[in-house]
């Protein structure tokens, strides 16, 4: 999402502040005081003196007032240091008018904290609504009563939000004018994930949006039953403010989580995005080579299956001159290795779309099958989702030669890594889009956004059609 910050001087820098004296117990200014953990952000912060022992309070410029309308809901977030040990608190104050005058003050929401001699706390409020007749907002800091001394705050984020949403810097809050003198947009990357359970075979639909410009590229992590992986397709992704995939490994009935990491043009590591969770509700099991996973069948996992758990020690046990018992020299334990797998085909065509898995006369193929255990099957303790390298699926007759066409598809295999994780088969491709649409100004007038056309998964297809 993009939010509007409207604190124009958040950090405090010298030659401009939006604070100004609302008191006569109080005078603002900017300070390169420093202490431990403090300034929050860049070398200055903003100082709140208090002149004398009686309340002490400042706040905005009038003309710097955003404007407000009754129903808004605005938070604040700031960051406070007290040098002496004092109570200080935040309000957000709504007004009647807007301009070179005050105003009435028609609302005030606060919060406070007491403070030990140089402790920094963060102050918020949460969603405060403007009441009727609100045209202007500010927020004010204030010290109850007390000797004479600063008040130190930074990294103020004062938002139309309904929650407080934490200060900004970098590359992720956007100047909209004057650098310390204007509002900010803050970029605030949004995965949505969109379960598709229906689909044969189920998958989530990622989208990520409101990138801010100076990311380039991002990878994709997906984290669930205690492990990561990267998202096929979705690796060192060229994006230009959006990206949008399909992950058709995610497993069922778990939560999966999903976060990206972002970089610039020069590949420097800008963090990681918030994170997102979704659960696949899937009462099947599926199995698909992870190079075609539009070749994915539908399977019945039978008994044997998964029945032998190994993961074995690569260790030599070495007895030098002199010692009484073996050392050993060992290696990091491996994954699983010698899984059987037994899948009940019940037609010929399903037999087919599982030996295809490896390839056939004309086709050549990374031997890995991705196998998403269903709920139908109960508890297995193997990996999910599981990558099982194969060298042969062994298929058993069970009805073939009686006319059923029913096989028993056998493997053994190793836990492997998934091949080849930064290629994906696209789903919506091109020719789906040129077949749709008749011209360029049609596909313009369907979508506001690029990412809205890259997301519109009913066109998948129709090339073909």
């Known amino acids: 999402m993009q939010i509007t910050q409207y604190e124009k001087n958040p950090s405090g820098v010298s030659g401009y502040t939006s604070r100004v004296n609302r008191t006569a117990n109080a005078t603002v200014s900017i300070s390169s005081f420093t202490a ?19 309340i002490a309070r400042v706040g905005t410029v009038n003309t710097d007032r955003p404007a407000a309308a009754p129903g808004d809901r605005w938070s604040l977030w700031v960051r406070v240091m007290c040098p002496q040990a004092w109570t200080v608190g935040v309000r957000i104050v ?34 405060t609504v403007a009441p ?17 001394g600063d008040v130190y705050y930074d990294a103020v984020s004062f938002t139309k939000t309904d929650a407080a949403v934490p200060f900004r810097s970098g590359a992720f809050a956007v100047w909209d004018g004057t650098e310390n003198a204007s509002t900010q947009t803050y970029w605030i990357p949004t995965f949505t994930l969109t379960p598709r ?11 990520l949006d409101d990138l801010p410009p100076v990311v380039d590229r991002v990878t994709v992590y997906r984290t669930a039953g205690g492990r990561e992986h990267e998202m096929r397709g979705a690796i060192n ?54 190079l075609d996973p539009q070749g994915a069948v539908r399977v019945r996992l039978l008994e044997g299956t998964a029945e032998t758990l190994e993961r ?22 491996q994954g699983l290795t010698g899984l059987a797998v037994n899948v009940y085909a019940p037609d010929v065509a399903t037999a087919d779309r599982v030996q295809a898995m490896l390839g056939d006369y004309t086709t050549t193929t990374v031997p890995v099958v991705c196998i998403r255990v269903g709920a139908r099957e109960g508890a297995m303790r193997i990996p999910r989702p599981l990558f099982l390298g194969v060298a042969s699926i062994v298929e ?25 994780p930064g290629l994906i088969v696209p789903l919506l491709t091109r020719d789906d889009i040129d077949a749709y649409y008749a011209t360029r100004d049609d596909i313009d007038a369907a979508y506001l956004r690029r990412i809205d056309l890259d997301r519109d998964y009913s066109l998948a297809g129709y090339a073909n059609a």
Request: charge should be negative; glycine fraction near 10%; aromatic fraction near 8%.
């Open 94 to 127: 709504f007004y009647d008018t807007y301009g070179a005058t005050t105003g009435t003050e028609l609302k005030a929401t606060a919060a406070s904290a007491s403070f030990a001699a140089g402790q920094v706390q963060t102050l918020r409020i949460d969603g």
């Open 237 to 290: 992704a060229s994006v230009a403010g959006a990206l949008s995939r399909i992950d058709w490994e995610c497993p069922f009935n778990m939560a999966a989580t999903y976060r990206a990491e972002m970089f610039d043009s020069d590949g420097v590591s800008l963090g990681f995005t918030p994170a997102a969770s979704i659960t696949v509700v899937s009462a099947d099991s599926w199995m698909h080579n992870p």
């Open 197 to 207: 359970p229906a689909n044969e075979p189920p998958y989530v639909e990622v989208a």
């Open 132 to 148: 009727a007749g609100t045209a202007s907002v500010e927020w004010q800091i204030t010290r109850t009563s007390g000797s004479a």
């Open 36 to 54: 431990a953990g403090w300034p929050v952000d860049g070398t200055t912060s903003h100082a709140m003196t208090a002149s004398g022992t009686g």
């Open 312 to 333: 074995k020690v690569p260790v030599t046990f070495s007895r030098p001159i002199g010692r009484r018992v073996a050392v050993a020299l060992a290696e990091p334990r």
């Open 396 to 420: 058993k007759d069970v009805g073939v030669r009686k006319g059923l066409g029913i096989t028993r598809q056998e493997m053994v295999g190793d836990e492997s890594a998934p091949p080849v």
